[in-house]
């Protein structure tokens, strides 16, 4: 008796397997966005502004396009690895970012008058999330950044001035009036020495030739001419940026909160360090007329003797 019940029951199940095979028409999933050839296209769609880099280095690929039911435009950047950037704008207070990933890392960030939140891992970026007056923004990128590309990147968003990280790359804002598909210039200018970028900034520059670890510095003023900067990297993608200018101004383009903030004396400067537990991040101080930063990026951070021995090296 047990054995024909058990035949019944599966001739059952084998008949409704089939069943469920035998259905062929799959529902398919309608896809909210709508691609546009270009930003002025999909300004017109979804009918407000966006401004955003027209390209970001290593980044071939741009790909705009809009969801008209959530009043929202997207831009994704992608390059040959299929990695993303991924910014969005839209109508609302609400997270746009579509990424509810729980990171080890989440702070709050003043850039400027925004207030954003910057979420990671081990001291990089994968989201930036924030609003401004009756907008909603996210940044995603699939392969984490340093924390002062992603404040230029928030920078360029939302069309404020550039000051941190490194522009000539990640592109400086756009104002809402420019051709968001015009080339973006580069607010840099390199030299070969920093004889050469003392004479175009018109004040002494001396800065280490050498950091043991890193290699030859690129030497870059701003198209200003009122800021010199050098930046040091490493083999594994880390960089030091050390930077000078005229004024009393924080010109170091880093606004992230650390847990470590003291003021300290190094010989005759007064020197604000900043970073988490022992490390040090970054080093702002001014003297005689000129105020001078010191950016350790993409890495924990280098011990008080080292950033210490560093700013003995800058005047």
């Not at 207030?115 to 924030?130: I, L, Q, R």
């Not at 009393?248 to 020197?271: C, I, K, P």
Request: aromatic residues 8%.
């Amino acid at each position: 008796m047990k054995k024909i019940i058990v035949f019944v029951l599966s001739a059952i199940m084998t008949l409704s397997l089939a069943a469920c095979g035998s259905n062929e028409k799959t529902a398919e999933i309608p896809n909210p966005f709508t691609e546009y050839s270009s930003i002025d296209e999909a300004v017109k769609a979804v009918g407000f502004e966006i401004s955003v880099p027209d390209s970001i280095d290593g980044y071939a690929d741009r790909i705009i396009r809009v969801d008209p039911d959530h009043k929202m435009i997207e831009v994704i950047y992608k390059n040959s690895d299929d990695a993303e950037i991924r910014i969005r704008k839209a109508v609302g207070s609400e997270d746009v970012s579509g990424d509810y990933t729980k990171y080890a890392q989440s702070s709050a960030t003043t850039i400027g008058d925004l207030n954003v939140t910057m979420k990671g891992a081990n001291d990089k970026v994968s989201v930036a999330v924030w609003t401004n007056g009756d907008y909603a923004y996210s940044i995603t990128c699939s392969t984490a950044q340093n924390k002062a590309k992603m404040t230029d990147l928030v920078n360029a968003v939302d069309a404020v001035d550039m000051i941190g990280g490194d522009p000539a790359t990640w592109g400086p804002a756009l104002d809402a009036d420019d051709d968001p598909d015009a080339e973006i210039p580069n607010p840099y200018v390199e030299y070969s020495s920093f004889s050469e970028a003392a004479k175009a900034v018109g004040f002494d520059i001396i800065f280490p030739e050498m950091i043991d670890g890193y290699s030859a510095p690129v030497i870059r003023v701003d198209a200003e001419g009122q800021m010199v900067e050098a930046i040091y990297t490493k083999g594994d993608g880390s960089e030091l940026c050390i930077r000078k200018a005229v004024g009393s101004e924080d010109v170091s383009g880093d606004y992230n909160e650390y847990s470590r903030n003291d003021t300290m004396s190094v010989g005759d400067l007064t020197v604000t360090m900043k970073g988490e537990n022992e490390l040090v991040s970054l080093a702002t101080w001014t003297n005689n007329g000129y105020t001078y930063s010191i950016g350790v990026y993409m890495q924990a951070g280098v011990s008080v003797g080292a950033m210490t021995a560093l700013i003995c090296a800058v005047q």
